[in-house]
């Protein structure tokens, strides 16, 4: 490796290897230096080591810039394995090696760590490829083993050295997962595969889905699937939509397009789509076209397409309906009237063909416009427009003068015919006829209904005067005639059917009306062919001439009238002939073709008409009556070729209707060629088929470019071929054909029903309905009604819809089927489904029954958790929950839901049924399917602070939502309506404050009233604003709050240090609390300079002068508490101006509470005497009348000033209250008069003993010297039960402070905490000892701390102790500490303030270090001295031990030469105002200079104080006795002698009365004690017993002994006082007469002063015997369990570990009596007297030795 600058000079290569070696060869490599640097490089070479690698060059070489230098070095191995060595090189720049290595070649190939796949779909596949890579010298050979559904390409294979190979991996799923899949590849040397490497496969399958998006559709959602609707469409035109096939999975899905069924329909499929199958990309679309051809005249197609899509878990269907429509043709009239024509004249007339329709209309006129008829329209035929019209001309010319009417059919292609009524008379110079008018024509109609019609009584007369007949309004009472005609069943003849009997030879209107009668006149045959190869089945000759018959079906006689026409080859001889009724005639109908080689084809027409009587009835006129012959014939020469025909037919094939009934198609015949060409039905092709099946015009001839509708009648029937037959026109009299598929098949009505006819329902609640839908399907070619028919009977069980409707071919309808059980039964019904075609109007109904099965059964429910606690939300807040609702019946349940709201406070509620639901459900009703689960989501919000309960509770619904069960609770919900709170569970101070104790602190800041504020609901005013906002445009906003409290930051000298609260906040509740102190401006909007007018206020004045001063700070301001978390929050007030500072913050919790805080603060002057009182008003407990022994109660005075305060009580007070009390001392001060030290704190001791039960108030002022004196108010009750009394005393106020100050966690800066900060002892008897243990941990990970314990004392007495007192803490260290607390002999109310103070080593070394420095040069500035020159700017500093005075310095800003407004800092506004001006001295700035030079002493640091609070309640022995028996044993009580100060009392008399009623009470009381002592059998014996027992030890000797005994953490008894006057006899007290006696003489010692007060007396040299036993006992003890748990905290006692136990040998009588001669023994050779008691140390050994247990 190259280093240094060796790097920048030259450049090689970092190593040489050698791979492709073998044996006892040599191989060489050359390594290349090049000189990259400026400078010539000299190179130091040191060769490679081992013998295996050489170089032949020397050992220093030099490079030229720009040079290269070839180093070879060869390598010679000996043994097949790997060899590594080096060459170094260096230089000046410094030096680096080459590496030379030689390696085995092994097969070795690179492959990626993993393969992710792209996304696929199920049962889809994708690829992909990697690169696999040899990578070593050899030949490798590979193989792949991998599973489904990964498959590798190629699967092995052999691999030349450096060779790479793609292998392409498949991924097949077959289900939607993630797919993780290693693939092993054995690879070496060939058919060695020893090595393997491995390939993650990574793939990720997902189910394809797609969506049909029609047009018009939204999102591709429809209602009942998608439909694509073609709307209407023409026949013979087809229709294009489209559709796109979306896929919304993120995989490509391949699809496949089908039609549902895979029967073909007969006309083929009517829809077509374009594309079949394809492949839609993720997220992308596919368009489809789908194209719709009708093929007859309306009717609704139908028809589906199947949606496949490999691996999809659905298939979807796309409806496609289209319906076919024909024009809609109509003529302008009707009637034409040509009116009286002469003969050999025409007339001309026009009418309109309009077609409205958007449907292009081919029409033909079934008319011989050649001249064969007096009648002819041009044009004859054509196409009529979309919503367009054309004019037909009508032309009139007679020839034989009679009255002519001929009714035209115009035959329209998919429509019925419409007819055209022509009407005109000829008239000659001799014949003139009655002229046919049109209302003729109406009249004889209604004539002839009156005659067919036997209920008719009208006239044709009368008939006559309710028509109103015009020449140009003819139309309309024909069309009334028409439909009057249409609404009589008998007399219903269709158009088709009228045209028909027209074409078979009858043209009578009238009689071709009526079913029931014959026609008049009638031709036979009405079709003639000449010339043609097959004869006409009327005609067996091919002559040129045929004859044709005509019959008179009249009683009366006719005459035929046959039209010529000039010029035409066919003609009819004769022309005029007369027929009798009843007779027939025959007519030649010649042809004579003109030309050869040609074509024709003509209509002949005959009009009859009576001879003699053309008038009837008066008015009525019958019009003539038509019969027709169609004829054609052509002249081709035998041989000659006829005519190629070029046509087509429209449609190709023709379907009937799959009914029995008679039907009627058209088809378009079009000669699409230049030449005429005729056709002829060939009937002989299928005889059979000939008689079923009729076809008009069955011949004739059509022009080049026009076209023939041929109009085809038949009655299908079920026998007739299913896939038809063909039918063959022959055209131009040749082999030319064209034939016309024909399908006249008959079928049944096909139904399916879905589910092989059952349906299944699921099992229904009893009362409720469950729906199913049921799909049926017209499998049939016609169209349906259909109607559901269910029995009477099961109509309540069961209903559908739609029970009625119709069906398309090919259609399928869905309907919903509902099923509501009566009883829990099975069911089981058979509705009947009836479907007839549409066309009988009710006839041929064929059924079908479906099998219903359903289970009535009783459904329910219940929640997962039947309880569901909430838990706590804020009030005016919300919160989701869901409840999971699980139906484990067998059927489904519908229901609705009801909530019960109960409120679980204690407060009370005006109306409960007025209180707002705070639950609200999202949904009240629903259905819950069988063995489902469905999630009921509700919104909690409470409305106040309370806990909530809701019930809730279900009932089932039946089919109309009516309400079948009563409320059943299916869960019950808990919820707790919070406000956000905040608690302050500990307090410190600092600063001026460090000295005060918690309970103080706690008291200054009035934080039990705080805690009380914060746990109280907030009033509306204070939710005004639920947060933090600006909203006040004044400088002292507005409050809305009430909560009002003061913060009293106490009292400090001016300039002294700040006064610092800590409190420790903390958050009890479930919600984080954001919380703010908000000053003033915090509140207040900001304004531009010019919006702020007026003038300030003095108080805004003082708030600006707080707010520029920043005498009160919070820090932090604001913050956010989680759950359970704590934040310290510091308080500090500035003692830099005298006086006193209020300033309002508003406390705000966000959602919750707003407290107003006064921050109140004093500061003063430094030589002024103050004491600062918490509060001047104190509450005494308590105490019960007549109690001798009244408890001593505590008043604290704290002197906040910096000089000693001497206070005295005013007594004048208490006097007075005496002497209004019956010289009673009601209260009595202990130190009434005193001296407290600056900032120290004085506890005024007062005794409350009062008179009557009642409450007391007592004004007392106390003086101060040279200060200002305070009148306190001081308050107690006397209590007169006992109980009352005690139960006030145990819930004292301090104790309950003491709960609350648990620290939870250390405040910032502290280093050293406490286990505990107070102690509570609670109630305990006088003269007891109580033991407690704390530890004190060292917090520092890297400080060692040491701490000393501050005892005080109580009256000249030592109450507590703590062991050890005094110690070392090291990082993280804790140490144990025991406090032993012993009660005084006089009832007490203790409340005590321990000091730990704490300071760091590292300080200490520091303030050490400094002291040593600044003696060092104090002393050295003694025995040195200095020349002064008086060219020397610097002066030496002089040391100190004290800082001098400095002389007074100007307050303020600097002077500038323009004074500006006072700034509110500094001073007081007085004091700024007067000090503005004052400019400093000369003096003031010499005594700056010379306080600069002035070298202090150091000062020690100020140690950390930890304040441990101590509470406890003594009482007498005997009132401990009565009112605490329980607890009595629990404590010890010392028998060592004590002897406090006995508290001052007013009265002087010390001795017992004299005289009086007391003197006889007290006489009364001894007597019967003494009387009943004396009675006492026990206690005469246990005298007796005791005179036989010497003293053990006296006092004298015991009480050195036992102070000796003691251990050093316990007290030792105080020794007697130097006054004492006297001293008693020591006596021993055993039994119950020691118990009576002691408390006798407590009891005794004291007197009654003035009215029954109790005092001890003041005696000299009183002393007590002391227990020595019992004393030294629990010495013993006491530092045995210290021991132990010193042990246990230092880890040299495990108490967890399991007890070992020995079995000990029984106790029995024998083994005592061993034991107490052993004793007696002992004792004899020590020479002790039998009765002594032995030493309580072998006593202990003893017990020790009998007891192992122990």
Not at 420 to 426: A, E, H, V
Not at 651 to 659: D, R
């Amino acid at each position: 490796m190259i280093q240094g600058l060796a790097r920048d000079s030259l450049e090689v290569k970092a190593e040489l290897v050698w791979e492709d070696w073998g044996l006892e060869k040599e191989f060489s490599k050359t390594l290349v230096l090049k000189n990259i640097h400026s400078k010539l490089q000299k190179l130091h070479v040191r060769p490679p080591g081992s013998k295996f690698f050489t170089t032949l060059i020397p050992q220093i070489i030099f490079i030229s810039p720009g040079t290269s230098f070839s180093v070879p070095i060869i390598f010679r191995p000996l043994q097949r394995c790997e060899y590594e060595d080096s060459i170094e090189f260096q230089c000046k720049d410094g030096s680096f090696q080459v590496c030379l290595r030689a390696i085995i070649p092994c097969p070795a190939l690179e492959v990626p760590d993993s393969v992710l796949l792209p996304l696929c779909a199920v049962q889809h596949s994708v690829h992909t490829t990697f690169l696999l890579k040899n990578l070593s010298k050899l030949q490798t050979c590979f193989q792949w083993e991998s599973s489904g559904p990964f498959l590798l390409s190629p699967e092995q294979g052999l691999l030349e050295p450096g060779q790479e190979c793609h292998i392409t991996v498949v991924f097949q799923p077959h289900e939607a997962l993630v797919y993780q899949q290693q693939a092993y590849c054995r690879f070496g040397e060939e058919d060695q595969p020893e090595s393997f490497c491995t390939v993650l496969l990574q793939g990720l399958a997902k189910y394809p889905c797609l969506h049909m998006k029609t047009p018009g559709s939204k999102d591709g959602k429809e209602q009942c699937g998608p439909e694509l609707h073609f709307g209407s469409v023409a026949v013979g035109q087809s229709s294009q939509k489209s559709f796109e096939i979306f896929n919304p999975s993120p995989v490509y899905a391949l699809f496949c397009l089908s039609p549902l069924s895979d029967d073909v329909p007969l006309l083929g499929s009517l829809f077509s789509c374009d594309e079949s199958r394809g492949e839609v990309a993720p997220g992308g679309s596919f368009r489809v076209t789908v194209t719709y051809s009708p093929a007859v005249v309306d009717t609704v197609s139908v028809d589906y397409l199947s949606l496949k899509c490999s691996g999809a878990l659905n298939e979807t269907l796309l409806k496609l309906t289209g319906n076919a429509i024909g024009p809609e043709v109509f003529l302008s009239s009707s009637v034409l009237d040509f009116g009286c024509v002469e003969k050999g004249e025409k007339v001309v007339q026009t009418v309109q063909l309009v077609n409205s329709s958007p449907v292009e209309a081919i029409y033909q006129l079934d008319l011989d416009c050649s001249g064969h008829s007096v009648f002819s329209i041009q044009p004859a035929s054509g196409t009529v427009h979309p919503h367009s019209y054309i004019i037909l001309k009508a032309v009139y010319k007679p020839t034989q003068p009679i009255a002519h009417h001929r009714r035209v059919a115009c035959l329209i292609l998919h429509r019925e015919p419409m007819f055209l009524d022509l009407i005109g008379t000829c008239h000659s110079e001799l014949q003139k006829p009655a002229v046919l008018k049109p209302e003729h024509l109406v009249l004889y109609k209604l004539h002839w209904y009156r005659r067919q019609d036997p209920t008719d009584t009208f006239s044709p007369v009368q008939q006559d005067q309710n028509v109103h007949l015009k020449q140009q309004g003819v139309l309309c009472p024909l069309e009334e005639s028409h439909q009057k005609a249409d609404s009589d069943s008998v007399l219903s003849r269709t158009p088709m059917e009228d045209y028909f009997q027209s074409c078979m030879g009858c043209m009578d209107p009238f009689t071709s009306n009526s079913s029931s009668s014959s026609p008049h006149v009638t031709v036979v045959p009405n079709e003639l062919l000449f010339d043609h190869k097959m004869s006409s089945p009327f005609s067996n000759s091919c002559t040129s001439s045929q004859s044709v018959s005509i019959n008179n079906h009249t009683r009366g006689k006719l005459s035929l009238v046959w039209t010529s026409a000039r010029d035409s080859p066919f003609s009819v001889s004769p022309l005029l002939c007369d027929l009798a009724p009843l007779k027939s005639t025959s007519f030649r109908v010649n042809f004579d073709p003109k030309k050869p080689n040609t074509l024709h084809e003509a209509q002949l027409e005959c009009f009859a008409y009576c001879k003699e009587n053309h008038l009837l009835e008066g008015q009525l006129l019958f019009p003539p009556w038509l019969v027709t012959v169609r004829v054609i014939g052509h002249s081709f020469q035998p041989g000659k070729e006829h005519f190629i025909p070029c046509c087509s037919l429209k449609p190709p094939q023709v379907v009937f209707p799959a009914l029995s009934v008679l039907s009627y198609r058209t088809v378009l015949l079009q000669n699409r060629g230049d030449l005429p060409l005729t056709f002829y039905l060939d009937r002989n092709s299928n005889p059979v088929l000939a008689e079923s099946l009729s076809v008009v015009p069955s011949c004739g001839l059509i022009q080049p470019s026009n076209h023939q509708i041929l109009t085809l009648r038949t009655t299908p029937t079920e026998d007739s071929p299913k896939q038809g037959f063909s039918l063959h026109l022959k055209l131009n009299a040749s082999k030319h054909t064209k034939e016309l598929a024909v399908v006249s098949v008959a079928e049944k009505l096909c139904v399916s029903l879905e589910g092989d006819g059952s349906l299944y329902f699921l099992p229904t609640a009893v009362g409720s309905q469950t729906q199913r839908s049921h799909r049926i399907r017209n499998l049939s070619r016609l169209p349906l009604r259909f109607k559901w028919s269910i029995p009477e009977p099961d109509q309540e069980l069961i209903c559908v819809e739609p029970d009625a409707g119709e069906l398309q071919p090919n259609e399928s309808s869905v309907q919903i089927w509902s099923f509501s059980p009566l009883e829990e039964i099975a069911y089981t019904l058979k509705p009947t489904l009836t479907f007839w075609p549409i066309q009988t109007h009710g006839s041929g109904k064929s059924h079908l029954v479906l099998q219903v099965v359903g289970i009535g059964s009783r459904g329910f429910l219940k929640a997962e958790k039947e309880v569901l606690d909430v838990g706590e939300i804020m009030v005016g807040g919300y919160r989701s929950v869901e409840v999971p609702l699980v139906n484990s019946s067998p059927c489904p349940v519908s229901f609705c839901l009801s909530v019960q709201q109960s409120l679980l406070s204690e407060d009370p509620i005006n109306d409960p049924q007025t209180e707002p639901k705070a639950l609200k459900l999202d949904r009240e009703r629903g259905t819950i399917a069988s063995h489902s689960t469905m999630l009921l989501q509700f919104t909690v919000g409470p409305h106040r602070r309370a806990p909530y309960q809701w019930i809730i509770s279900y009932q089932t619904l039946n089919l109309s939502g009516n309400v079948l069960s009563p409320p059943q609770a299916v869960c019950e919900v808990l919820a707790k309506g919070v406000f956000p709170t905040l608690k302050v569970i500990d307090v410190c101070g600092s600063g001026s404050v460090s000295g005060l104790s918690k309970v103080r602190l706690w008291k200054l800041f009035s934080l039990d009233s705080l805690n009380e504020h914060l746990i109280s609901n907030p009033s509306p005013g204070e939710l005004t604003h639920r947060t933090p906002t600006r909203h006040s445009m004044s400088p002292s906003p507005s409050i809305f709050t009430k909560a009002m409290l003061d913060f009293n930051f106490s009292v400090a000298p001016l300039h002294s240090h700040p006064s610092t609260f800590m409190l420790m906040l903390h958050n009890p509740g479930s919600l984080p609390v954001d919380w703010a102190f908000l000053f003033p401006e915090d509140q207040q909007i900001e304004l531009e300079y010019w919006a702020e007018t007026g003038e300030f206020s003095s108080t805004e004045l003082n708030h600006m002068k707080i707010k520029d001063n920043r005498l009160f700070s919070v820090s932090p301001r604001s913050g956010t508490l989680l759950p359970g978390q704590q934040r310290a929050v510091c308080f500090s007030y500035s003692h830099n101006f005298t006086g006193t500072d209020r300033f309002p913050v508003v406390f705000k919790i966000s959602f919750g509470r707003e407290i107003l805080m006064n921050f109140q603060g004093l500061t003063v002057e430094r030589d002024r005497p103050y004491l600062h009182f918490a509060s001047k008003r104190h509450v005494f407990d308590s105490v019960m009348i007549g109690d001798y022994n009244p408890p001593r109660q505590g008043f604290e005075l704290h002197n906040g000033g910096a000089v000693a305060v001497c206070y005295k009580v005013d007594r004048d007070v208490l006097c007075q209250l005496q002497v209004d009390n019956f010289n009673h001392p009601v209260l009595c001060c202990l130190n009434p008069e005193g001296k407290i030290l600056p900032g120290e704190t004085t506890m005024l001791e007062w005794i409350f003993s009062p008179l009557e039960a009642k409450m007391y108030h007592m004004d007392i002022l106390i003086y101060i010297q040279d200060g200002d004196s305070t009148l306190v108010t001081f308050e107690g009750c006397g209590l007169n039960s006992p109980t009352m009394c005690f139960t006030k005393q145990f819930h004292c106020s301090d104790c309950r402070m003491s709960e609350a100050c648990v620290q939870r966690l250390p405040f910032p800066g502290q280093v050293v905490s406490l286990s505990e900060d107070s102690v509570s002892l609670g109630d305990i008897p006088v003269c007891s000892r109580s033991s407690r243990i704390l530890y004190l941990t060292n917090g520092s990970h890297t400080d060692t701390v040491h701490y000393t314990w501050d005892l005080p004392r109580q009256i000249n007495q030592q109450v507590v102790q703590i062991h050890p007192q005094q110690g070392v803490l090291h990082p993280g260290e804790s140490s144990l500490c025991f406090l032993t607390f012993t009660s005084s002999d006089y009832p007490t109310h203790y409340q005590l303030d321990i000091l730990c103070q704490v300071i760091q080593e590292a300080k200490m070394t520091q303030y050490r270090d400094a002291l040593q420095r600044w003696e060092e040069e104090k002393e050295r500035q003694q025995v040195e001295f200095i020349i002064t020159d008086k060219n020397i700017t610097e002066t030496p500093k002089v040391l100190t031990d004290e800082e001098p005075l400095a002389a007074p310095v100007r307050k303020g800003p600097p002077l500038r030469k323009y004074k500006t407004l006072p700034p509110i800092c500094a001073r007081t506004s007085y004091e700024t105002v007067g000090t503005i001006c004052t400019k400093i001295t000369r003096a003031d700035r010499r005594a700056q200079r010379e306080k600069a030079k002035v070298l202090t002493c150091p000062e020690p640091p100020q140690p950390a104080l930890l304040h441990l609070g101590i509470t406890a309640h003594s009482h007498g022995l005997l009132d401990y006795i009565t009112h605490f028996p329980d607890q009595f044993n629990e404590h010890y009580r010392c028998h060592q002698l004590i002897m406090p100060l006995t508290p001052e009392t007013t009265s002087s008399s010390t001795s017992p009365p004299s005289h009086g009623p007391d003197r006889d009470i007290l006489m009364q009381v001894l007597n019967s004690v003494l009387r009943d002592i004396l009675d006492d059998s026990a206690f005469t014996e246990s005298l007796i017993t005791m005179v036989s027992q010497p003293i053990t030890y006296p006092l004298q000797e015991t009480s050195h002994s036992s102070k000796s005994l003691l251990p050093a953490s316990l007290p030792a008894p105080l020794p007697p006082s130097s006054t004492s006057h006297t001293t008693p006899k020591p006596q021993v007290l055993s039994g119950t007469m020691a118990l009576q006696r002691g408390q006798h003489n407590l009891v005794d010692s004291q007197e009654t002063a003035g009215g029954g007060f109790i005092e001890r007396p003041q005696t000299d040299n009183t002393q007590q015997t002391i227990h020595v036993r019992a004393d030294f006992s629990e010495d013993v003890l006491l530092n045995t369990l210290q021991n132990l748990m010193m042990e246990a905290v230092r880890g040299e006692l495990v108490l967890t570990a399991h007890p070992r136990t020995a079995t000990l040998p029984p106790v029995s009588l024998r083994n005592t009596m061993t034991s107490t001669a052993k004793a007696e023994e002992e004792r004899e050779n020590r020479k002790e007297p039998a009765g002594a008691s032995p030493d309580p140390s072998s006593q202990c050994f003893l017990f020790l030795e009998n007891n192992p247990r122990v």
